[in-house]
Every structure is written in structure tokens, then in C-alpha cells.
T-cell receptor
Framework: EADIYQTPRYLVIGTGKKITLECSQT?????MYWYQQDPGMELHLIHY???????EKGDLSSESTVSRIRTEHFPLTLESARPSHTSQYLC????????????FGPGTRLLVL | KNQVEQSPQSLIILEGKNCTLQ??????????LRWYKQDTGRGPVSLTI?????NTKSNGRYTATLDADTKQSSLHITASQLSDSASYIC????????????FGGGTRLMVKP
């Protein structure tokens, strides 16, 4: 079991609210990632980070933003949630170099009403 | 455009039977190929990883094969168990800066008693 945690696991929120999805890992991994996954569909990379103060946008355009102030912490923020943001959000981390196997957190299921 | 296609999309088998899942990819340049298992509501967990020079790798009852010439991989599950019910995702890493991953849509496997 990987030491990567996400909170909350489930979130139901109204349109227009600001939300932050938390992701923490205790493995000292440099690289961290956020993926969005709709039910039964493939994962899409929305953000990634090579290390502290590094953030990059992924393949799928997203209105969310991320920050990487500490190695172990990679929160994702939606300033104004909309029903189109309803999805599962998965956080992952990997060691820089080598095989770079990504270890995934359990995910946050977000429902925006 | 890098793509990973998996088949079948879904599969139902009886407990104790074997099955084989397929993955075709058009990722270039190729670095490695991973199979992940994703239980419902959880994050993916890595099962196997293969580089260009490897054509088979086993992890317990899971055996993955890779044909880098035809750009095909398969995941064979032997003597299936109820706990094998999950989505199996083929993920290919490009051998370029960032080692970005391309995810397949997954095969949803259900093992029935």
C-alpha cells in the first residue's frame, strides 16, 4: 500500500463554492500528479509537479489550480465549482528518474450540484 | 498522437477460469509499459512494468507480455479469483522529457462465483 493520502474521499458541494482537494505523500517523492477520471473512462492528466515551486498543466485543460510549497503536499483548488467539475480526482507521486512508477492515492469523488 | 487502446472493454468470467486482456499502443518513442489494477472507488495499483527489452513479466497469477515490434501487450490472469474483479489499465510511457504517460481506457473485469 502506497503512502499517499487524499482528503476528502467524497465531497458534495453547491455551484460557485471554492474547494480544495488535499493530497499528501510521505515517500519523499519529487514528482506529483493530478488526474481526472470520469466513471468508466480513462485517466487524464490535469496538473503535475517536478518538485517544490514547480507546477505544470497536463494534457487535459482544467480550470483548477495547484501549488507545491512543500515536497509532500500538492493541493488542487477550484475557485468556483460547477457541475461540469463533477468527477473523480486522483493524485499520484513518483520518484524522479528510474522507472518512475506512479503511486496513486484513493481518489476524491466530487459532485457539484 | 500517442494512443493506447484496450480490449475488450468489459469481460465477465467464472471464478477459476483464465483470461487475457489486450493492449495496443502507438506511443513514440517508447520507454516502458505498465499494467495497473484499479478497484472500484480506489486509485490504480501497479501490477507489472516492462521495458523495450522485456517480453514477459509475472506477478503472481498475473503475467504480462510485450511485443515491441507490433506494439502489443497482453495481461493474462490465471485461475481467477473474485478479488480480481476490477479495471485493468494499460499505461505506456514515452521516452521523452518528462516521461509522460498515456493511459488506455481500461478493461473492466468481473469474476463471478
Amino acid at each position: 500500500e502506497a503512502d499517499i493520502y487524499q482528503t476528502p474521499r467524497y465531497l458534495v458541494i453547491g455551484t460557485g463554492k471554492k474547494i480544495t482537494l488535499e493530497c499528501s505523500q510521505t515517500m519523499g517523492h519529487d514528482k506529483m500528479y493530478w488526474y481526472q477520471q470520469d466513471p468508466g473512462m480513462e485517466l487524464h492528466l490535469i496538473h503535475y509537479s517536478y518538485g517544490v515551486n514547480s507546477t505544470e498543466k497536463g494534457d487535459l485543460s482544467s480550470e483548477s489550480t495547484v501549488s507545491r510549497i512543500r515536497t509532500e503536499h500538492f493541493p488542487l483548488t477550484l475557485e468556483s465549482a460547477r457541475p461540469s467539475h463533477t468527477s473523480q480526482y486522483l493524485c499520484a507521486s513518483s520518484v524522479r528518474g528510474g522507472e518512475e512508477t506512479q503511486y496513486f492515492g484513493p481518489g476524491t469523488r466530487l459532485l457539484v450540484l | 498522437k500517442n494512443q493506447v487502446e484496450q480490449s475488450p472493454q468489459s469481460l465477465i468470467i467464472l471464478e477459476g477460469k483464465n483470461c487475457t486482456l489486450q493492449c495496443n499502443y502507438t506511443v513514440s518513442p517508447f520507454s516502458n509499459l505498465r499494467w495497473y489494477k484499479q478497484d472500484t472507488g480506489r486509485g490504480p495499483v501497479s501490477l507489472t512494468i516492462m521495458t523495450f527489452s522485456e517480453n514477459t513479466k509475472s506477478n503472481g497469477r498475473y503475467t504480462a507480455t510485450l511485443d515491441a515490434d507490433t506494439k502489443q501487450s497482453s495481461l493474462h490472469i490465471t485461475a481467477s479469483q473474485l478479488s480480481d474483479s476490477a479495471s485493468y489499465i494499460c499505461v505506456v510511457s514515452a521516452g521523452n522529457a518528462g516521461n509522460m504517460l498515456t493511459f488506455g481506457g481500461g478493461t473492466r473485469l468481473m469474476v463471478k462465483p
